[in-house]
Every structure is written in C-alpha cells, then in structure tokens.
C-alpha cells in the first residue's frame, strides 16, 4: 500500500519521465529503471524486458511469441512513445497491474 502511495506521489509531484527504449540482440546483464528492452533482431523481436516499476526490483520478461500464452504486442506512435499491450499484470511478488502507455505506466485499479 505504502508503494502505490509514493509511486502515486512521484507520478503527479516529481513529473516521472516517460519510459524509454532500447533494441537489442540479448537481454542486458544490467537494467535501467523507466527503460523497456526490446529483444531481438531487426523486423523480429521476441521478447521484452523491464524493471518493475513500482520498485520491487523484479525482472518482468514478456513473450512476443504470438504461440506463446501469455504473449504481449507494442508499438510505437509518431512521437517514439512505446505501448505495451495488453496490461501487465504480475500474479507474484509485488502482484503490480499496470499499463504502458505512451511510455507512461497507468496504474490499473
């Protein structure tokens, strides 16, 4: 609960800056909060990688395999703006339920 207040705190008195991303062969050995990894080779991407960002420090990995279940999808607008879809939703641990979208995490209720 105390997690949710100050993210919720961060959000809307510190201005969060958007999420980023970066393309890459491999997953990384370090993660950057706020940055999304996008896995794979060019025109084939099979998975991302973030930090949980509610600050648990737990690694979310994401199949793109639409074979997969579950599987994720993103896109990119006109701005460089990444969106996750759908919602991700961590049943562990944290058990955080957000969005990105727009690089912006959008907590769900």
Same mark, same amino acid.
């Given at each position: 609960m105390f997690q949710k207040l100050f993210n919720w705190f961060k959000r809307v008195f510190l201005r &969060?800056?958007? *999420? =980023? %991303?970066? +393309?890459?062969h /491999?997953?990384?050995?370090? *993660?950057?909060?706020s940055v999304v990894y996008i896995v794979?080779?060019?025109?084939? %991407?099979?998975q991302l990688v973030m930090l949980c960002p509610?600050?648990?420090?737990? #690694?979310? %990995?994401?199949?793109?395999?639409?074979e997969e279940f579950p599987s994720w999808s993103f896109t990119i607008n /006109? =701005? =460089? &703006?990444?969106?996750? $879809?759908?919602? #991700?939703?961590? +049943?562990?641990?944290? =058990?955080? $339920?957000? +969005?990105l979208r727009q690089g912006r995490v959008v907590w769900a209720k």
């Amino acid at each position: 609960m105390f997690q949710k207040l100050f993210n919720w705190f961060k959000r809307v008195f510190l201005r &969060e800056k958007p *999420f =980023k %991303y970066n +393309f890459t062969h /491999d997953v990384p050995d370090e *993660f950057r909060q706020s940055v999304v990894y996008i896995v794979g080779e060019e025109g084939f %991407y099979w998975q991302l990688v973030m930090l949980c960002p509610c600050g648990c420090g737990a #690694i979310l %990995y994401m199949s793109l395999l639409e074979e997969e279940f579950p599987s994720w999808s993103f896109t990119i607008n /006109d =701005k =460089k &703006e990444l969106s996750i $879809h759908p919602s #991700i939703n961590r +049943f562990v641990g944290c =058990k955080s $339920h957000f +969005f990105l979208r727009q690089g912006r995490v959008v907590w769900a209720k």
